[in-house]
């Protein structure tokens, strides 16, 4: 019998079914892939706790090995599967292989949709979540990695002024400004400026730390001014715009007003709006705003 040179274990074994039966296991990386596509949901054989056991056992043992593996696997689900929530739960789980590597920031940048590069952002609102997750399973008042600081704030600062004002996440727990309040983002230039009103950019600085940051000498309160995107989102003075709610809205009131005029009736106005939903629609996805 050989002493030194001993047999390795095959990859696939036989083993039980839940019903009983003879099966094989699968390669891990295929087990991960299999959650990633399905999620964490109940299952007939096996509950959500269990799930969530094995696909935090699955994320240890291969990101101990190959944590890219995991990382691209997390970030393909989440940009091509449209899975979200296992994908936060599964980079919450990574984050401690990710910790004094670069492969980190990238993982928790933003997405570039167009060139179809960049990490798990595909959305604003996945950062928030993402956080979530984080504190769910280490406690409100845990550090956070470092990598996820980095890879947010470049986020933040690779969207532009629509993403800004439409994924701000108020009346949630974790917002937009929350995460800019942790992250430290830089104004660039992709995010560009919005119009206000002197008198609503005063009324928001009254009584806070912040100084007027252009010249509002000799300007009238109605007056229109340009400030910054990043600081308007902090001053709470960031709507949003050319979202499908947003032109349903303005669409809906001018209709309403010839209804009110008598150019049309409430049947010829529902039929009006119902085709210039389609069109508002439409035209979002064309510009790949949806």
């Known amino acids: 019998m050989a002493k030194y040179n001993k047999k390795t274990q095959p990859l696939i074994q036989k083993t039980v079914t839940h ?53 691209k696997a997390l970030v393909y689900a989440r940009t091509v599967y449209g899975q979200r929530s296992v994908t936060h739960f599964g980079a919450v789980e990574l984050a401690p292989f990710l910790s ?22 595909y959305r604003l609102d996945d950062m928030s979540e993402i956080l979530a997750a984080y504190f769910a399973k280490n406690g409100k008042n845990a550090p956070i990695p470092n990598a996820i600081k980095r890879g947010f704030k470049e986020a933040i600062e690779n969207s532009d002024k629509y993403e800004l004002a439409k994924y701000q996440m108020k009346g949630k727990e974790i917002s937009l400004v929350d995460i800019v309040n942790l992250v430290h983002p830089s104004q660039t230039e992709k995010q560009g400026f919005i119009e206000v009103s002197v008198g609503e950019y005063l009324k928001s600085i009254k009584g806070t730390k912040w100084e007027p940051v252009v010249d509002i000498n000799g300007k009238d309160d109605k007056d229109t001014i340009k400030i910054p995107t990043l600081h308007a989102l902090i001053l709470g003075l960031l709507k949003q715009f050319n979202t499908v709610e947003d032109k349903n809205t303005e669409s809906g009131k001018i209709i309403a007003e010839k209804v009110i005029k008598g150019d049309i009736t409430e049947e010829e106005a529902e039929i009006e709006l119902n085709k210039v939903k389609s069109e508002n629609f439409l035209q979002l996805i064309k510009s790949k705003k949806i």
């Open 19 to 71: 019903q009983g039966g003879v099966g094989y296991t699968q390669k891990p990386e295929h087990e991960l892939v299999g959650i990633l596509a399905y999620g964490l949901e109940n299952t007939f054989y096996e509950n959500e706790s269990e799930r969530e056991e094995r696909f935090k056992n699955l994320i240890s043992n291969i990101a101990s090995k190959d944590k890219e593996f995991v990382a």
């Open 100 to 121: 004094g590597d670069n492969l980190g920031k990238r993982f928790f940048s933003k997405r570039d949709r167009r060139e179809n590069k960049g990490g798990i952002v």
